[in-house]
């Protein structure tokens, strides 16, 4: 299960690679403004998911600054890892 979770971070990783890239050298035609609309939706999902797992679980368990941005940049991935370093 944990080289599963490296595995989808290393994923998703590489996706907000691609779409950080868009912003700095947009990509020729319709293509750029797909991943701008991608870009926005993934940022606000994943800021909706920290929010969410913050508002519920801040105050029980105490995480790291570090683990706090791992989900708005790995969204569930990374609150399976946590689940399974605090709450296991």
Known sequence: MNILIKLAKAAIGFVWLVLLLNIF?????????????MTGF???MHGLQMLIFLGAFGDKITMSRWEKWSILIFGIFALLDIRRKHMM
């Open 25 to 37: 050298y947009p990509f020729p035609g319709v293509a750029a403004i797909a991943l701008y609309i």
């Open 42 to 44: 993934l940022f606000m």
